[in-house]
């Protein structure tokens, strides 16, 4: 490794690393303290929620870093004629810059795991940290806004003391058409069983009523009514969504959801034949048919989303070296020393023209209107620019 090489890698390093430890600090604060104040959480489970934050923390920080590294190093270098002395003893500026490069590169496989842990690991990390926190974020709600409600139920109580709620009221959300379920109690109280998976409620001398009429009394006795933490979460479940699959399952995904759809269309291609056969052509355009339509559109929208996760995870990781092949010749074009002002210059188009076009190729890809490929654009873009940029570098 040639002395140039080692002066311009230690001198990215130290900017990168630095610069990095400080954005990866902020953003993991402002992304913890927005859930903790979302959910409610105590101090514990912010604390449990910190490892699985760092990922989502890293991969949003990686990007922007190491652009901030570049321009840094690669403008004082312009600046203070470092390039041009390089030129003027017959060294080509490609010298300086491969490394960055080569670092570049190097960073954005890392950032590609990064981006492929935070959405996989580090989600249902966090998720799993809030279900177990049902428990103490439903107590603090209540004590603070005397409700509680997710999308399955709601809790309003009168007052809470200690861990004894109050005159407490529940009610099940039912299906469109279907009476809500409440239960009503002089006092209870929430257990959580992690091994289960269950909220407990402890009711104590109440009644159960569906929709108007009471089905059940039960004075003087204490029921337990068990809910998944599944539904007593305010997030939903831990979800098994496409977005959050590592990206090692997709390929088996991908099988799973192809056999689904052809089984789907095989079975409605049976159906429609029967009733074309039988003379139900009314049946063709019946709300049934309807919702086999809908459920087959589903089924290959989740098959374009897992295709496009792959596509996505590694532009969002690749973003990193894209970053550095335009703002390296973009720095050493304007030779100015101040750092802030290259960084913004190189990071202002990037923002308007590159997370925008990754946005819609990503919705494109997922609704099946573009092929999956297609989130690189925004990458291609920034390569075609970079290139033009560093060959004029070279030539002048």
């Given at each position: 490794m040639s002395r140039l090489t080692r002066y311009v890698l230690g001198e990215l390093l130290k900017v990168f690393l630095v610069t990095m430890a400080g954005m990866t600090v902020l953003m993991l604060i402002v992304g913890v303290a927005q859930e903790a104040?979302?959910?409610?959480?105590?101090?514990?489970?912010?604390?449990?929620?910190?490892?699985?934050?760092?990922?989502?923390?890293?991969?949003?920080?990686?990007?922007?870093?190491?652009?901030?590294?570049?321009c840094s190093v690669f403008g004082r270098m312009a600046a203070s004629n470092e390039i041009t002395a390089l030129k003027s003893l017959g060294i080509s500026p490609m010298r300086a810059v491969t490394p960055a490069l080569v670092l570049a590169f190097l960073v954005s496989l890392v950032a590609v795991w990064l981006n492929d842990v935070a959405v996989s690991w580090g989600k249902k990390g966090m998720q799993r940290v809030i279900l177990h926190s049902v428990e103490?974020?439903?107590?603090?709600?209540?004590?603070?806004?005397?409700?509680?409600?997710?999308r399955q139920f709601s809790i309003n109580v009168k007052g809470v003391e200690d861990r004894k709620l109050l005159r407490p009221m529940i009610c099940f959300h039912s299906d469109e058409g279907s009476p809500s379920t409440v239960l009503m109690a002089q006092t209870a109280e929430l257990q959580l069983?992690?091994?289960?998976?269950?909220?407990?409620?402890?009711?104590?001398?109440g009644e159960i009523r569906v929709g108007d009429q009471v089905s059940v009394r039960?004075?003087?006795?204490?029921?337990?009514?068990?809910?998944?933490?599944?539904?007593?979460?305010?997030?939903?479940?831990?979800?098994?969504?496409?977005?959050n699959l590592p990206l090692w399952q997709i390929a088996h995904e991908k099988r799973k959801q192809q056999t689904e759809i052809e089984q789907l269309q095989?079975?409605?291609?049976?159906?429609?034949a029967y009733q074309m056969l039988t003379?139900?052509?009314?049946?063709?355009?019946?709300?049934?048919?309807?919702a086999r339509h809908a459920r087959l559109e589903g089924a290959r929208y989740r098959l374009n989303r897992l295709e496009t996760v792959p596509w996505r995870c590694w532009a969002n990781g690749f973003s990193c070296l894209f970053f550095v092949l335009v703002?390296?010749?973009?720095?050493?074009?304007?030779?100015?020393?101040?750092?802030w002002t290259s960084f913004a210059v190189c990071f202002l188009p990037i923002l308007i023209?590159?997370?925008?076009?990754?946005?819609?190729?990503?919705?494109?890809?997922?609704?099946?209107?573009?092929?999956?490929?297609?989130?690189?654009?925004?990458?291609?873009?920034?390569?075609?620019?970079?290139?033009?940029?560093?060959r004029r570098v070279l030539r002048y």
């Open positions: 104040i979302r959910q409610g959480l105590g101090p514990e489970p912010i604390i449990r929620l910190v490892p699985y934050a760092m990922p989502n923390a890293l991969r949003f920080a990686v990007p922007g870093t190491i652009l901030f590294a570049a103490q974020i439903a107590y603090g709600m209540l004590r603070t806004q005397r409700s509680y409600a997710t069983d992690q091994d289960k998976g269950l909220l407990n409620v402890l009711l104590t001398n039960f004075p003087n006795k204490t029921i337990k009514h068990e809910i998944p933490l599944t539904e007593a979460a305010r997030k939903g479940s831990i979800g098994g969504g496409s977005a095989n079975e409605f291609a049976v159906e429609a003379g139900d052509l009314a049946g063709l355009t019946s709300a049934e048919w309807q703002g390296v010749p973009l720095a050493i074009r304007m030779r100015n020393a101040d750092l023209v590159y997370y925008p076009l990754l946005a819609y190729g990503v919705e494109r890809a997922k609704s099946g209107d573009l092929p999956a490929y297609s989130v690189w654009l925004g990458n291609v873009i920034l390569a075609v620019a970079g290139l033009w940029l560093l």
